[in-house]
Each structure stands twice: as C-alpha cells, then as structure tokens.
C-alpha cells in the first residue's frame, strides 16, 4: 500500500521533472500558467507550515507564548539577515527547544 | 565531446561542483529518514521515497500526510502541486536537454531537483556538458540517499525521536525557504491567505484543506499579479 504510494509519488514527481524535456510535446505553458505556478512553493509550503504552528498537537494555540510561533519568528529575522537556509533551519531549531523548555518547564 | 578522459573529467568537475550542497542537505534527508521511521513506515519503504521519489519537501510532506492519516488521493494531488516547480525548470532547460538521445533525457530529468537546476541551468547548447551534469546530479542522489539511510538508523535506534519537536525543524526549513520569496505584495496576499486558511481548515479537521488552502493561496497571489499588473 505504502509503496503502490511512493511508486504513485515518483511518477508523479518524474512527470513533472520530464514533462517539457519532450521533444514530442508541442506544448508550452501559457505565461498564467506559469505566473500561477510561481506561487506554488510560497503556496504550498505555508500551507503545510499553518496547522502545525498554529495547532501543535491538534490544539489550537494563538498565544505569544506558543514555542512553534516564537521558533517560525526567529527562522524568518534569521533567514532575511543571514540569507543562509542552513544557519537559520539550525539556529531556529535550537532557539525553539529553549523556549519550549522555558515555557513548559519539561525538555 | 564525450570521449572518455573528457567525459570522466566532466561528471568529477560536477560531482565536486554539487559538493557543498550536497553536505547542506544532511539535516533534509536525516529528517526524511528518521520521520518515515516516526511514522510507522519500514525502513524500506523510508529508503525507498529517498530513491523513488527524491524530493525532498514532497517527501516529509507526505510523510506528515500518512501520519495524519490523509487519503492517497489528497497525498498525491499534493505531490504533484508542491513539485510543479519543475515544470518550470523542465521548460526552461528544454532547449539544453530535449535534444539529447532518450537515456539521458530520462536520467538527467528524474536527477531535476532544485539544486540540480541550480548548477547547470546557466548554460548554453554550447557549454553544457551532459557528463558535467551528470555529475552533478548523480552526486546529489547519492548523498540524499545517504542521509536518508543515516536518518532511518538513527530513528531506528533512539527511541521517542518523535517527542524531540523534531516536526519544528520542518517548520524551520520551510520557513526558511518561504521567507526569501515573500518580496513582493502578491506573495504576501499568497502566503497570507494560505496561513489563514491552512490553519482554519484545519481547526475544522478538513481533510483535504491543505491542498485546498496552498490553491486559494495561489490563485490569491495569482489574481493580485493580475490587478497589479494590470495597473502598471
């Protein structure tokens, strides 16, 4: 079931990968199309971020004292200033697990 | 152009190339590893989206999604939207690689990440060298993969991985991501509507509202491009 899935997925993933790198396909996409498809990792990736900052463990939690907001703030200040992904994913995550303990009271 | 000292020389010359980017995907791929393990899929089927599928953000998205228990239909609608990228890097590569012979068209577009389009899309029919690219996007592969096995072992073998908030460091990585493309006041309306809508379908326990609410996020960005545009 699992893999009938991830074979679903890679197919998936490869149409989207080789699509236009047919020489057979006469198709372009038209420029809306593309203009939308633009939108689809700010799109996609927020959407999949919501819930979990805002409903850790399925409760909806909108305080300032909810250690996956503070987290997601200090990634964002983070990523502007540093331009780097890999410094802000690690600094944010450390950042996150202090103010979860602190808040919390339990690591 | 493609004899072999030349040709070997190429495929190192990419292979070192994608070397940095390669190391920087550690944490990517042993959270892909480790969080197939979390959620309940064996270490095959974890290794496996690593070598089938090889996206990353699809992946942990994917996983997330059989964690919460989503339908196999909304997984992979969201495969498909959240990979659509590459349709772009596909038709903007498309003058580069559509004229190669069958094998390497097939090989070079499944190795088609992110990263991948980053190092090689800067050349001509003239520069780009097919054995470069390779390279490039073999080493990539092998290092994801990798990662990914280092991730299921130590998922494996460190109980409770799941109670680290180790979904956070999704969180970190896709805000990472998103936060540089926010530039521009139709990507903000995107994002904007795509937060609020993600978070209050699911405070109803809408199933599919996570695809629902990246498209009306999308096509909110899309129509204020169009408003924006047309003003200008």
């Excluded at chain 2, 339908?71 to 559509?98: A, C, D, E, K, W």
Aim: hydrophobic residues 55%; proline residues 5%; positive net charge.
């Amino acid at each position: 079931m699992i893999f009938a899935l991830i074979i679903g997925m890679g197919l998936l993933v490869f149409l989207n990968r080789y699509a236009f790198l047919e020489p057979r396909l006469p198709l372009r996409l038209s420029s809306n199309a593309r203009q939308f498809l633009g939108f689809a990792v700010p799109g996609m990736l927020t959407a999949i971020c919501g819930p979990i900052i805002f409903l850790p463990g399925h409760q909806l939690d909108l305080s300032l004292a909810n250690p996956y907001l503070l987290g997601s703030v200090v990634a964002v200040v983070l990523v502007l200033l540093t331009r780097s992904t890999l410094i802000s994913m690690l600094v944010s995550m450390a950042f996150f697990f202090v103010f979860r303990w602190w808040l919390n009271g339990n690591p | 152009m493609s004899s072999p000292p030349f040709a070997r020389q190429a495929f190192i010359q990419g292979a070192i190339a994608i070397l940095p980017l390669s190391l920087a995907v550690a944490p990517w791929g042993l959270l892909a590893g480790s969080m197939a393990i979390e959620a309940d899929l064996t270490p095959w089927e974890g290794q496996g989206l690593s070598a089938i599928v090889f996206a990353g953000a699809a992946q942990l998205v994917a996983i997330g999604m059989i964690k919460g228990g989503a339908n196999l239909f909304s997984i992979l609608l969201t495969t498909l939207l959240l990979t659509s990228q590459h349709l772009l890097y596909g038709l903007s590569m498309r003058p580069v690689l559509s004229g190669l012979p069958t094998r390497w068209r097939l090989g070079l577009g499944f190795l088609l990440t992110d990263e991948f389009f980053a190092l090689t899309s800067q050349y001509d029919q003239q520069q780009f060298n097919r054995w470069y690219a390779l390279g490039v996007g073999l080493t990539f592969y092998i290092a994801w993969n990798l990662f990914t096995l280092a991730g299921i072992i130590l998922g494996q073998n460190i109980p409770h991985l799941d109670q680290l908030g180790l979904d956070f460091s999704i969180v970190a990585t896709f805000v990472a991501l998103i936060a540089p493309l926010v530039r521009n006041l139709p990507t903000v309306v995107c994002v904007a509507v795509s937060l609020f809508s993600s978070v209050l379908f699911s405070f109803w326990h809408w199933e599919t509202g996570l695809v629902a609410a990246g498209l009306l996020g999308m096509s909110a960005g899309f129509i204020c491009q169009k408003f924006s545009g047309a003003r200008a």
